[in-house]
């Protein structure tokens, strides 16, 4: 039994260079300060499980109504059972439990078990690989000279990231608030210029903007084809399965979702029998936790397709290296202007190095295997929930 004592978080500080625009974009942006939150789980053999996450997510208000009531005394190792019951709490909750918190809560319960077992949260999960291939996946566009501007811009940024080992690349393209966006034109224009600067042997993929038309969506998604991208991804509001059913129908390529529809394994389920998407997308953070994302894979896997895991981390990488039907790990949000592998204040290295073949390797630590500064996060604490 691994007996939970307590749950607790801490608001800290720390310096970033990302920047965000009017509809919540990631840019790069002068030296500014950041807040993010430490989620702690603690047993009562004195081990704790971690999980970072946004400051709202795990505020007083939700560990105290709903994370403590259901957490604090049970058994950790019954994760299922206590994320069945905290899921329960959703129903009434008014919105307040989101499913980023059920995730954040899943992750802290997995770091736990993991490091109370001095076993890699991978292993835990099944360990199907200890490597994994990576896609540089991109920031969106913008209108920053040098930056992600231009066809030309995202060609240039392209070879970049080839030099540096990557053998696939995802486009996220514009986006209001940039002037000229939506534009189909200008989205066909860069995954252009991006296959040829690059050539025929890169995966290529396009996150393009989430509300085009049925219309607009099918003259991208023909011009995919004739470049050989390797998928098409949340290019219209995910709310309407019926539109991806329609699309799914009319286009050769491979289309993967949904990411950001809420419902977790449940409406992923309805996407497969509707035949919404060829590929099925789920991530720790949108669909729930750790546990749910599996859940999903498995899904996939019943239904003969890939599951590919939305966003970097480790609790995705963490499943990533669990499921055989995963064929990339998400690494990102790159710009030319930003360091990716620039270590954050609050860590002491980056959970997801890159080798020059452009392999990502599980983290062979206890847990979910982030070597976390807690000297720092202590120092640069503004709040404890």
């Not at 939970?4 to 974009?25: K, L, M, N, Q, Y």
């Not at 008014?94 to 890699?120: F, H, K, M």
């Not at 903007?209 to 219209?236: N, P, V």
């Not at 029998?273 to 729930?288: E, K, P, Q």
């Amino acid at each position: 039994m691994i007996k939970i004592e307590s749950v607790s978080a801490v608001e800290f500080t720390h310096p970033t260079r990302r920047s965000v625009d009017a509809a919540g974009h990631s840019h790069p942006g002068p030296l500014g300060t950041g807040h993010l939150a430490l989620l702690t789980i603690r047993s009562t053999d004195g081990v704790e499980g971690h999980c970072f996450a946004p400051p709202q997510v795990v505020r007083p208000h939700v560990l105290n109504q709903f994370v403590r009531r259901v957490l604090v005394g049970g058994n950790a190792l019954n994760r299922e059972k206590l994320w069945a019951e905290l899921e329960h709490w959703q129903r009434g909750s008014a919105g307040q439990l989101t499913d980023r918190a059920l995730g954040a809560v899943d992750s802290a319960l997995y770091d736990l078990i993991g490091r109370t077992l001095n076993t890699p949260v991978y292993q835990l999960l099944g360990g199907y690989r200890d490597k994994i291939p990576a896609y540089g996946s991109t920031m969106c566009g913008d209108e920053l000279a040098g930056g992600l501007s231009t066809p030309e811009d995202y060609a240039d940024f392209a070879l970049k990231l080839v030099a540096r080992g990557y053998k696939a690349i995802k486009l996220h393209t514009w986006m209001p608030p940039v002037a000229f966006a939506p534009s189909t034109t200008m989205d066909i224009a860069a995954c252009t210029a991006v296959r040829e600067a690059v050539g025929p042997d890169i995966a290529l993929m396009l996150d393009g903007y989430h509300e085009y038309s049925r219309t607009d969506a099918l003259r991208i998604g023909r011009a995919l084809e004739e470049l050989e991208f390797t998928w098409f991804e949340e290019m219209m509001n995910e709310q309407s399965t019926a539109s991806y059913t329609w699309l799914a129908g009319q286009l050769r390529i491979p289309i993967l979702g949904p990411e950001s529809l809420s419902g977790k394994h449940y409406a992923r389920a309805g996407w497969v029998t509707a035949g919404a998407s060829d590929i099925l997308r789920a991530g720790v953070t949108g669909c729930g936790g750790i546990g749910p994302t599996m859940k999903v894979a498995a899904l996939a896997e019943s239904f003969g397709m890939f599951c590919e895991v939305h966003g970097n981390g480790a609790p995705n990488l963490a499943v990533c290296g669990a499921i055989r039907n995963c064929r990339w790990y998400e690494r990102g949000l790159l710009h030319p202007f930003l360091d990716y592998e620039e270590v954050p204040a609050y860590l002491n290295a980056i959970v997801d190095p890159m080798d020059n073949e452009g392999y990502v390797s599980l983290p062979q630590g206890p847990g979910l295997g982030e070597d976390i500064n807690f000297d720092y996060i202590a120092k640069h604490t503004v709040a404890t929930y």
